[in-house]
């Protein structure tokens, strides 16, 4: 398991989240930043009990195996669900297909964003 720390930056969707005791809680479901500012805001986390929100500063490191975070076992359930004016989600079949645009997007990971459905 590759534990080498690495940038918000290159975390995928999808990657483990752990407790401070190494337990996992759930999974990347997105980064919440501004690239205008290159501000790290946070992680969603999708869990059985749903979304929940990571706040930058409960984060301790980020491997490309998991997400080591400093929230206790007990404390996990009260995590608070994300909010905001919109929850978004990326639209994986933005860059489908042959075109220049698609070829971009999946070059450069720019992913295509739209509003949530629900959780």
């Known amino acids: 398991m590759d534990e ?3 940038s918000y930056l290159a975390l995928t969707n999808g990657t483990p989240v752990v407790s401070s005791s190494g337990a996992e809680f759930g999974t990347v479901e997105h980064v919440l930043q501004d690239d205008a500012l290159d501000f790290f805001d946070g ?3 999708r869990t059985h ?3 929940r929100f990571v706040d930058a ?3 301790r490191t980020i491997t490309p195996s998991r997400v080591h975070t400093s929230v ?3 404390r996990v359930a009260q995590l608070p669900q994300p909010d905001g004016n ?3 989600e990326a639209d994986p079949d933005e860059y489908d297909g042959n075109g220049l645009s698609a070829w971009f997007g999946r070059m ?3 992913e295509h964003w739209m509003r949530d459905r629900g959780q």
Do not use: C
């Open 49 to 51: 009990e749903g979304r």
């Open 57 to 59: 500063d409960q984060v």
């Open 72 to 74: 206790e076992d007990d």
């Open 4 to 6: 080498t720390p690495i």
């Open 108 to 110: 450069f990971m720019r």
């Open 86 to 88: 919109a929850v978004l």
């Open 43 to 45: 992680l969603v986390v």
